[in-house]
């Protein structure tokens, strides 16, 4: 399975942006897909994650901010980031749980300025 994921950038506190992470390749029987977090000088986080059956969980920090969905016709998960933070600031990694492996994306950066 490989994935790229879309849509890191600058944004101003208060801001909005929305992530894609789309997986190709052998995407049959994916379970879980996840989106993690590495902030300068942090240890990576969980930020949300949504399993097969559209159940989501959200990290505290994330919880009314975020929204974790998925597109199982197009392998896709997304996450819609609003009042942005700067302390959101990190490299997003999309992540998918197949069986008993796991597959990483690359990250995208998400910058957000005070």
């Known amino acids: 399975v490989q994935l790229q994921a879309f849509g890191g950038g600058l944004v101003q506190a208060g801001g909005s942006l929305r992530l894609s992470c789309a997986a190709s390749g052998s995407t049959s029987s994916i379970n879980a897909m996840n989106w993690y977090r590495r902030a300068p000088g942090k240890q990576r986080e969980l930020v949300a994650g949504i399993n097969s059956g559209g159940s989501t969980n959200y990290a505290d920090s994330v919880k009314g901010r975020f929204t974790i969905s998925r597109d199982n016709a197009k392998n896709t998960v997304y996450l819609q980031m609003n009042s942005l933070k700067p302390e959101d600031t990190a490299v997003y990694y999309c992540?998918?749980?197949?069986?008993?492996?796991?597959?990483w994306g690359q990250g995208t950066l998400v910058t957000v300025s005070s």
């Open positions: 992540n998918v749980q197949k069986g008993l492996w796991t597959y």
